[in-house]
C-alpha cells in the first residue's frame, strides 16, 4: 500500500481512537498511591495535567499489550492535551453530555470490565473500591471526553470531499507505489434459521422452569445464574444487567422488566433467545438494573431437517430464476441485517458501507462456497453458525460480483480513495483547529517532556508566550 494512503488511514484511526479512550481500569491503585508525590506536567488553559494521569495512559496501554517505552507518555501527553482544548471549547460553546448519557457510557463500559475480570467482585477486589464508589470518581473524567468527543465530531461532520477533490488527492499520490489491492467480491445472503415447534419448545421451557424453582425454594438466584444460565454476557456476573433504558433490550425482555416492582421474580417467558426468567433490582427513573437466567432453545435435527426443506425450495426458485434474488431476500430470509439491502453484505471495515470485500475477510464457509461460482451465480444452501450469536441454521450465498488482484484505479476503486481523502482532508481541519486554537490558549508544558516531538507544536507556543511575556 501507497505510504501516504497506509499513514492517512492510520494516522486518522489513531488521532480519532487515542483521543476518545478512557482509562477504565487496571491503575486505580497505583493512582491514589501516586497522589503523595502527583505533580501538574501541562497547564491548558484553565485546565491542568497530573503526572498521574499520564501514567494511567501508561499503565492502561501496557495492560493492552503495548511494549514498553517511554516515548508512549509524549503521545499519552498529547491527547490529553487534545482533550482538554476540546472540552474547554465545548464548553464556551455550551455543548453538554446529559447524565443519562453519561450512565450509559459508564455501564457499558462496566459491563466490559466486568466480564474481563470475570466477575464483580473480582473486579471490585482488584479496583479496591466498590463498582459504585469507582464510577463516581470516573463520572468527571468520563465527562470531559464526551465533550470534547462531541466537539470534535462537530468539526468532522462539516468535512466533505469532492469528486474532484478525490481525483487531486490521489492523482498527488506516488503513482509508482500505489497500494495493490486483493481479490474483492460482493456477495449476498439468504438465510433461513429453524423454528421449533410448540412441543420441542417445552423441553427448554421446562428447563427453565426448574432453574425458576430453585429460585423460589431458597437458592441464591447469582448462583443458579452462575451454574445454568446460558447468556455469555451476564451468566459470571450472576446474571446480572446493570441500569439500561428499555430499548436496550428485547421487545419481551423490557415488557417484562418494566412492569416489575423491584424484588419480583417474572414467570419464564420467551424472546428471540430462548426462555427467560428475570428478578427486577433496581428502578431509576426509565432504566431499571435486572437479572436473569436464559436457556436458550436450541434447534432439534427434525427443526434443522425442516428448514433444510425451506431453503432447498427458496435455492430452486432463485436458481430457476422464478424469484429474483435480491426479491427473496428481502421476502423471505432471516437475516435482518440483509434483507432490507437486498441480501447484500456490507463490509464490515468500510466506514461508507461498501459491499466490496476483501476475500481475506470472508468466513471460510462463505469462502469456500463462492469460491467456484462466476458473477452472478448462487452456491447451494450449507449449514452454518453465526460467530455472534450462536444461532444455527441454512443459507446460500449469492456472488454479485468478482474483482481480481490489481493496483489501485479511481474507476474501480473510487470509494476507497474517497474514504482516504475524506481522512485525509478531516485529519488537516482537526490538525488546522489546534493549530489555530494553540495560538489563542495557553499551553504551557513541563521541561520533563521537552523532548517529545508531538508535542513541540505546543512547546514552540509556550515558549513564545514566555518571550512574548518577558517583552511586555
Known amino acids: 500500500m501507497d505510504f501516504r494512503i497506509r499513514v492517512t488511514i492510520d494516522s486518522m484511526k489513531n488521532f480519532s481512537s487515542l483521543l476518545i479512550i478512557i482509562l477504565l481500569a487496571c491503575t486505580f491503585q497505583a493512582k491514589s498511591q501516586e497522589k503523595l508525590i502527583d505533580r501538574v506536567v501541562a497547564t491548558v488553559g484553565s485546565g491542568i495535567i497530573l503526572q ?13 499489550g503495548g511494549t514498553p517505552t517511554e516515548d508512549f507518555k509524549c503521545t499519552a501527553l498529547q491527547q490529553l492535551i487534545m482533550t482538554k482544548l476540546l472540552s474547554q471549547q465545548a464548553a464556551l460553546d455550551s455543548i453538554e453530555v446529559s447524565e443519562s448519557e453519561i450512565d450509559d457510557q459508564l455501564n457499558a463500559r462496566m459491563r466490559e470490565m466486568t466480564r474481563r475480570a470475570g466477575g464483580k467482585e473480582r473486579l471490585e477486589g482488584f479496583l479496591k473500591r466498590s463498582l ?99 447468556d455469555p454476557g451476564s451468566a459470571n ?48 427513573g426509565e432504566e431499571v438494573k435486572v437479572r436473569h437466567v436464559l436457556v436458550t432453545s436450541k434447534p432439534t435435527q427434525a427443526s434443522l431437517d425442516r428448514v433444510k426443506g425451506k431453503i432447498d425450495s427458496i435455492y ?24 432490507f439491502n437486498g441480501g447484500m453484505v456490507i463490509n464490515p471495515q468500510s466506514s461508507s458501507r461498501s459491499t466490496l470485500i476483501p476475500v481475506d475477510l470472508l468466513e471460510k464457509e462463505v469462502f469456500i462456497a463462492i469460491d467456484s461460482l462466476e458473477a452472478g451465480q448462487v452456491s447451494k444452501p450449507y449449514q452454518f453458525q453465526d460467530p455472534r450469536s450462536g444461532k444455527s441454521g441454512y443459507k446460500f450465498t449469492y456472488l454479485k ?52 516531538d508531538e508535542l513541540q507544536m505546543w512547546i514552540t507556543n509556550d515558549t513564545n508566550n514566555l518571550a512574548s511575556s518577558k517583552e511586555d
Not at 477533490?165 to 456477495?187: C, H, M, R
Not at 430452486?316 to 434483507?339: H, I, Y
Request: glycine share 4%; with cysteine; charged share 30%.
Open 316 to 339: 430452486d426458485k432463485v436458481q430457476s430464476g422464478k424469484l429474483p434474488f435480491s426479491t427473496a431476500a428481502t421476502l423471505l430470509s432471516d437475516n435482518k441485517e440483509t434483507k
Open 132 to 230: 459504585l464508589q469507582y464510577k463516581e470518581e470516573m463520572r468527571p473524567v468520563l465527562s470531559e471526553q464526551m465533550k470534547a468527543e462531541k466537539f470534535q465530531n462537530t468539526i468532522i461532520s462539516k468535512v466533505t470531499v469532492t469528486p474532484q477533490e478525490v481525483k487531486k488527492y490521489f492523482e498527488g499520490l506516488n503513482q509508482d507505489s500505489l497500494p495493490a489491492f486483493n481479490t474483492e467480491v460482493e456477495i449476498g445472503e439468504i438465510v433461513v434459521y429453524p423454528e421449533l415447534t410448540k412441543e420441542e419448545k417445552n423441553v427448554f421451557r421446562t428447563k427453565a422452569e426448574g432453574f425458576r424453582q430453585q429460585v423460589v425454594d431458597g437458592t441464591d438466584f447469582g448462583t443458579v445464574a452462575r451454574f445454568y444460565s446460558e
Open 237 to 284: 456476573q450472576g446474571g446480572e444487567y446493570d441500569f439500561a433504558p428499555r430499548e436496550n433490550y428485547v421487545k419481551e425482555f423490557s415488557a417484562m422488566a418494566f412492569k416489575l416492582k423491584p424484588g419480583e421474580l417474572s414467570p419464564v417467558f420467551e424472546t428471540e433467545y430462548g426462555f427467560h426468567f428475570l428478578q427486577v433490582l433496581e428502578r431509576r
Open 401 to 452: 460480483t468478482r474483482i481480481p488482484p490489481h493496483k489501485a484505479s479511481l474507476e474501480q476503486d473510487f470509494a476507497k480513495i474517497q474514504e482516504a481523502a475524506q481522512e485525509d482532508k478531516t485529519r488537516r481541519s482537526l490538525s488546522e483547529w489546534f493549530e489555530k486554537k494553540t495560538k489563542n490558549t495557553f499551553v504551557h508544558i513541563n521541561s520533563e517532556f521537552a523532548t517529545c
Open 52 to 64: 498521574s494521569d499520564v501514567d494511567m495512559q501508561y499503565s492502561q496501554y501496557l495492560a493492552n
